[in-house]
Structure formats: structure tokens, C-alpha cells
């Protein structure tokens, strides 16, 4: 595989951005070898500058749900920007997309845009301070909201997959009011709220985490977490930036039928735009200014390129339940494949799926939260990841990320990423 373009270019790169890439991860520092340049993506494919075709699974980390530049996104983009790319006002489209947000997200009755996923959960938080007047709010191990301050403890994602879960950065003073606990773990919460009740505003948690790989939430754990947080008068979050739109038109909350009092939302809602969302109970959402107290704001919040894209896309997947039956249908048989061929060759590797959302763990045990994930092999991963590569299926380079699948992937594509899988399993099995 000649990626000698990529190579000059990471070389370039690396004089003038840090590490040569504007998100960590990217820089395949993981798995090694040179990260590749894209020049362009279409349905189930990406293109590197040197003209190599790769079978994508990661699909923009999770927005790109219907395949890379869908034509129905990319006229709605360019018949928006025949009418300008930002106005600082608001506009139809903002209106339009709220209602549609609150239409299918069962806990959002008001919501506000941000463009990111970071600003959604740090707004989310400092909303739910201000409602309730407490400083505290417990975090799960592992999971990963974005590089706000407070969250980067026992963060997963880059974070954990670069070894660096708790930031330098980061002040004793913020540190001291995140809270951590393991996930899947009820008792641990118990005892975090008894040891310090009534000052604790918020539990924020990925419902479905997928920065630490993909996990599944135990049976009655979600509710769970509900009854204490309305027992104690705490905010619940989940964070469905992944999961929101994905697992269920709704999220993970309609597919678990548990309603949070504030959800985060990213990926999926901007349609590949930067857009990210915060949204919940009216009286929560009425303390954002200028109806309430709690400052936020965004030069380029709710930009009519990026509503427009995003709109297409919810309207889609508010309209089409056919989506979900079909992306459920390429996890399921996908990951039959792949744990067909592993079962074939004695091995036991965990795979963890839920939807359109799967991760295969080089591990034989159960995988269900921080402790668990990281007893998987990241040397295996890394062979496995670069020998899936060459053989032209591109993966998210880490052991710690989930996969998100597109319906661009028909059967047959499916068959082939199975195949290569069982020659990348061979392969990094010959020694
Ligand atoms: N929350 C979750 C659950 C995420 O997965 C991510 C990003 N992968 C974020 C928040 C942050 O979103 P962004 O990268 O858009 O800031």
C-alpha cells in the first residue's frame, strides 16, 4: 500500500500543528504507523490522498449514519449556503430543528444549540449547578463528555487510549467537585450520594458508554440511577452524543425507556457539521439566559449551513423508522461474522454490541466498565488494526472507541469486512 502522500504530509503537519493533528486520536499513536490523510469519502468509503480505498466503520466517529456525503445532506448544505453561511440572528431553521429535537427525544422539552458535543455536557453542567444550587457532580470512570475541565478525570476516549485519563491542566479546585464512580455499579452510587448528601447537582453518564470501547448497561441499572437521582434531587445526564439518534430515533433513553431530566446531544444532530445540543425539563432549561440566570452562548450557534444539514438528517431518521431495523440488522450480522470466524479459530474474544455500536475486545473476559476494558490486549488491537487496514477496512484506531456503522454498508460489504477480518486474525495469530 503506497501512502507516501499521507507520510510527507504527517511530516508537514507535525512543524506546525501539535502532534500533526487537530484531535489526538487521528495521529494513530495507538496502533502506530503513519496516520492517513483523507481527501474525500462517499457512501461506505474514505479516500486517502494517495488514492487508497477503505471500508469505513468509524463514519466521522458517529454522525455519518447514512454513508458519507448523502446526497440529500449535500443539497441541503449548498441550497443553504446560496442564502449565506452566518448571520449572528436567529433564523426558521433553529425553530424547525428544536421542535424536532423535542419530538423525539423523550426528555427534552426545550433545548439549546451549541456546536459541540464539549460545550453541550460543560453547558449541561454548570445549567444544573445553577438549578440546584450545588457545586458537586459524579462522573462515571471511563466515560468521556468532551474536554471540559471538570470532565477530564478518569476520562476514556483519547484520554484514556493516550494514558493521560486525569489532565495536566486541570486545578485541584476542579478536580475536588467531579466525583467518580465505576460504572454498572448502583452500590457505588449510594454510597457517593450518602457521603455527600445534598451537594451533589448532577450524575452525567454515556447511558450506553462507548469511549471506553463499547459497554451495555446492566439490567435496571439506568433506572437505577433514576430513582436515586429523583430521591436526592439530582439532575441526571445522560449523554447521548453516540448514542442519540443511534440506537433509536430517540436515543438510548427510548430504547431503555428511562427518562433523564437534561440529555447531550452532538455527532448525529449536525449531519457531519460541527453542532451539539443540551436540552431537558423546561424548568431546568428556563434557568439558561436570557429567560434565566445561567450564562452560555455561541458566535456561531444554531449556523443556518449546520442547521440545515442537521434538520436533513433528523427529518430523515424521524421518518424513516426503516433505518434503525436495517443499521440493527449490519451490527447484528457483522458482528455473527466476525464472532463466527473467531469462534472457528478457538478464540474467545469478547464482542460487545448494541445496535449499530459494536467493539471486539482482544480479551476473553466480560467487558462492563473501566477495569474490565483495560485488561484488553492494545499490543493485539494495534496488529489487528493495521492488518485490517492493509486489507483495506478502515477502524477506529484504538482499542478503547466504538465502531459506528452506516447503511451504506450492504451484505456484501459486510462479507467483505468479515473476510478480512479472518485473515487479520490469522495473521496476528501466526506467532
Ligand atoms: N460526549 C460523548 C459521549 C462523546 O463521545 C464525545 C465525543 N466523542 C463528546 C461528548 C464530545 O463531543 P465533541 O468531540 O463534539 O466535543
Not at 183 to 196: F, G, P, Q
Amino acid at each position: 500500500m503506497n501512502i507516501s502522500e499521507s507520510k510527507r504530509l504527517f511530516n508537514e503537519a507535525q512543524n506546525f500543528i501539535p502532534g500533526g493533528v487537530n484531535s489526538p486520536v487521528r495521529a494513530f499513536k495507538a496502533v502506530g504507523g503513519n496516520p492517513l490523510f483523507i481527501k474525500k469519502a462517499n457512501g461506505a468509503y474514505l479516500y486517502d490522498e494517495d488514492g487508497n480505498q477503505y471500508i469505513e466503520l468509524i463514519n466521522s466517529w458517529g454522525p455519518m449514519i447514512l454513508g458519507h456525503n448523502h446526497p440529500m445532506i449535500r443539497e441541503a448544505v449548498i441550497k443553504a449556503m446560496e442564502e449565506g453561511t452566518s448571520f449572528g440572528a436567529p433564523t426558521a431553521k433553529e425553530v424547525e430543528i428544536a421542535e424536532l429535537i423535542v419530538s423525539m427525544v423523550p426528555s427534552v422539552e426545550k433545548v439549546r444549540m451549541v456546536n459541540s458535543g464539549t460545550e453541550a455536557t460543560m453547558s449541561a453542567i454548570r445549567v444544573a449547578r445553577g438549578y440546584t444550587g450545588r457545586d458537586k457532580f459524579i462522573k462515571m470512570e471511563g466515560h468521556y463528555h468532551g474536554h471540559g475541565d471538570s470532565f477530564l478525570i478518569a476520562a476514556g476516549s483519547g484520554a484514556m487510549t493516550m494514558g493521560d485519563p486525569d489532565s495536566p491542566g486541570v486545578t485541584k479546585g476542579t478536580a475536588k467537585d467531579t466525583l467518580l464512580a465505576p460504572y454498572n455499579n448502583l452500590e457505588a452510587i449510594e454510597k457517593l450520594v450518602e457521603a455527600n448528601r445534598g451537594e451533589i447537582a448532577a450524575l452525567i453518564l454515556e447511558p450506553v458508554p462507548g469511549n471506553m470501547g463499547l459497554c451495555l448497561p446492566n439490567e435496571g441499572y439506568l433506572q437505577g440511577l433514576r430513582d436515586i437521582c429523583t430521591r436526592e434531587g439530582i439532575v441526571l445526564i445522560f449523554d447521548e452524543v453516540m448514542t442519540g439518534f443511534r440506537l433509536a430515533k430517540g436515543g438510548a433513553q427510548e430504547l431503555f425507556g428511562v427518562t433523564p431530566d437534561m440529555t447531550t446531544l452532538g455527532k448525529i444532530i449536525g449531519g457531519g457539521m460541527p453542532v451539539g445540543a443540551y436540552g431537558g425539563k423546561k424548568e431546568i432549561m428556563e434557568f439558561v439566559s436570557p429567560s434565566g440566570p445561567v450564562y452560555q452562548a455561541g458566535t456561531l450557534s444554531g449556523n443556518p449551513i449546520a442547521m440545515a444539514a442537521g434538520l436533513t438528517m433528523l427529518n430523515h431518521l424521524n421518518s424513516h423508522p426503516e433505518v434503525y431495523t436495517r443499521l440493527n440488522e449490519i451490527g447484528q450480522k457483522l458482528t455473527d461474522g466476525i464472532g463466527k470466524v473467531n469462534q472457528e479459530l478457538g478464540l474467545d474474544y469478547t464482542i460487545n454490541l448494541l445496535g449499530s455500536m459494536y467493539s471486539l475486545f482482544f480479551t476473553n473476559e466480560e467487558i462492563h466498565d473501566f477495569e474490565t476494558a483495560k485488561k484488553a490486549n492494545t499490543g493485539m488491537f494495534g496488529k489487528y488494526f493495521q492488518a485490517m487496514l492493509h486489507r483495506g477496512v478502515y477502524l477506529a484506531p484504538s482499542q478503547f472507541e466504538s465502531l459506528f456503522l452506516s447503511t451504506a454498508l450492504t451484505d456484501e460489504l459486510i462479507e467483505t469486512i468479515v473476510t478480512a477480518h479472518k485473515s487479520s486474525i490469522q495473521e496476528i495469530h501466526k506467532n
